[in-house]
């Protein structure tokens, strides 16, 4: 029996590690090609929309953790923002009742997506693409309600300013969310019972694994990150708009893709989607400093979902393959 082979960069696996190289290899060209977007300067204004892509991708994460898919994100964050709006009002005094609505309606959704498709056994693209539209209709009626100019109130704001160690308040909390998801799925029992479940439901059932509750679940803690990310938006840009969601569509997939979660379920590390949120970031940036039109960044989305997909789908099989053939008979 041959020993076993250590996991590239110190025990992190290729499909988790990958995305790093890939940023160290995008800052180098950044380094000849566009010096300026590694600026300090740069790097500080940037890495708060990191951060939204980094919670909004974790919740897209878990959801294919579970075997989904999510198209509901845009809508939930811009639900989350004009409820921030509408029922605060711009008073400090509403703060709290307002973000606590907020993320109720966020998690309500999300518990709605889940039952729609653990328990009734719909297709997950077209039942969140449908709730998602909803949503968005019900959010555009809120909308209208309130005036134009409707602000988040003056401590939400100031929050949304504030930095500690030189990075915004936001960076922090995701880079906190993150470390609570990172260690919930590799060390609590039901963290791992929810990887066991997307890695194989039906062996997770023989076991005695309620797999319905644990996609349902997938589904809420996904939409109420969501629904933080909506809320850390609006802090930060003081002024939500109804488009404020609109990035959020393909970028949460492809940042979750392109950090090695697997489509096929079970298989994600949220510390790897956050390096894919930071990427995908810094590409976006550099897209902007050479001139290049939005569109193109949509091009370049929809290309590294699908070669996210189509590695997560072979890089496994492969490499073992290459393994097996390796070792002696």
């Known amino acids: 029996m ?3 082979k250590p996991a590239p960069l110190g025990g992190v ?5 990958a995305i790093w190289i890939a940023f160290a290899v995008l800052i180098l060209l950044c380094a000849v090609v566009v010096p300026n977007s590694l600026l300090p300067s740069t790097f500080l204004a940037i890495v708060p929309l990191a951060a939204f892509l980094a919670i909004a991708a974790t919740g897209e994460a878990l959801v294919l953790m579970s075997r989904g898919i999510d198209l509901s994100v845009p809508a939930i964050i811009t639900l989350s923002s004009t409820l921030i709006l509408g029922v605060s009002g711009g008073r400090d005094a509403d703060l709290l009742p307002a973000v606590a609505v907020a993320l109720l309606c966020a998690l309500g959704i999300g518990v709605l997506n889940g039952v729609l498709v653990a328990v009734l ?6 039942v969140t693409l449908a709730i998602g539209a909803i949503t968005g209709g019900v959010t555009l009626w809120y909308r209208e309600s309130l005036p134009a100019e409707a602000r988040v109130p003056p401590g939400m704001a100031a929050w949304g300013d504030s930095r500690l160690l030189g990075l915004n308040a936001s960076v922090w ?4 969310l993150v470390a609570v998801l990172s260690v919930g799925l590799s060390k609590a029992v039901i963290g791992r019972r929810f990887v066991a479940v997307g ?6 059932w023989i076991a005695g694994v309620n797999v319905a509750a644990y996609q349902i679940a997938a589904f ?7 629904g933080i990310a909506g809320i850390l938006l609006s802090a930060f840009i003081r002024n939500p708009t109804l488009r404020v969601g609109e990035p959020y569509l393909l970028a949460p997939i492809a940042a979750a893709v392109l950090g090695g979660t697997a489509i096929s379920g079970g298989i994600g590390n949220m510390v790897a989607v956050g390096g894919a949120a930071l990427f995908l970031t810094q590409l976006g940036q550099t897209e902007k400093m050479l001139g290049l039109s939005t569109a193109f960044q949509f091009v370049i989305y929809g290309a590294a979902i699908a070669l996210g997909m ?3 789908d072979s890089r496994l099989s492969r490499t073992r393959l290459w393994r097996g053939r390796r070792q002696p008979g």
């Open 2 to 4: 041959s020993a076993r």
């Open 13 to 17: 696996p290729m499909r988790f590690a």
């Open 121 to 126: 056994q719909l297709n997950a693209l077209i």
């Open 173 to 176: 909390v995701a880079a906190a």
């Open 199 to 204: 890695a194989n439901p039906r062996a997770a």
């Open 220 to 226: 809420a803690v996904a939409a109420l990150l969501y």
């Open 310 to 312: 189509a590695l997560a």
